[in-house]
């Protein structure tokens, strides 16, 4: 098993930029692939970005390809998520999760292992 801890969170105007992390603990965490996911008040859970065990191979939400950046450091257990360009729309709770699959599925079902969320507000 896996535990995860997110931390990052704040509050931007638009156009700023945060940075996410999830650290992790527990079990081999290059067994896990690490994808982002946020909820924000009347909107459905939303895939953000993923990346494999390695790192080698990420994925991205339409929403946010080419404005955020997700990278990992498994020597210290860590996947961040970079955020520019911020937008209202991209206010939300942001929760990283893991699961042993090669590379994580955008349907958050298949995930096992959560952090417990960090609050990222934009204001315009």
């Known amino acids: 098993q896996v535990q995860l801890h997110n931390s990052g969170g704040g509050s931007v105007q638009t156009g700023g930029s945060l940075r996410l992390s999830c650290a992790a603990s527990?079990?081999?965490?290059?067994?896990?692939?690490v994808t982002w996911f946020r909820e924000a008040p009347r909107r459905e859970r939303e895939f953000v970005a993923t990346?494999?065990?390695?790192?080698?191979?990420?994925r991205y939400g339409a929403s946010v390809s080419g404005r955020f950046t997700i990278s990992r450091d498994n020597a210290k257990s860590t996947v961040d998520l970079h955020m520019t360009d911020l937008y209202p729309e991209d206010t939300a709770v942001y929760y990283c999760?893991?699961?042993?699959?090669?590379?994580?599925?955008?349907?958050?079902?298949?995930?096992?292992?959560w952090g417990q969320g960090t609050q990222v507000t934009v204001s315009s």
């Open positions: 999760a893991a699961t042993t699959a090669s590379i994580g599925p955008s349907n958050s079902n298949y995930y096992p292992y």
């Open positions: 990346i494999d065990r390695k790192g080698g191979s990420v």
């Open positions: 527990g079990s081999a965490f290059d067994t896990y692939a």
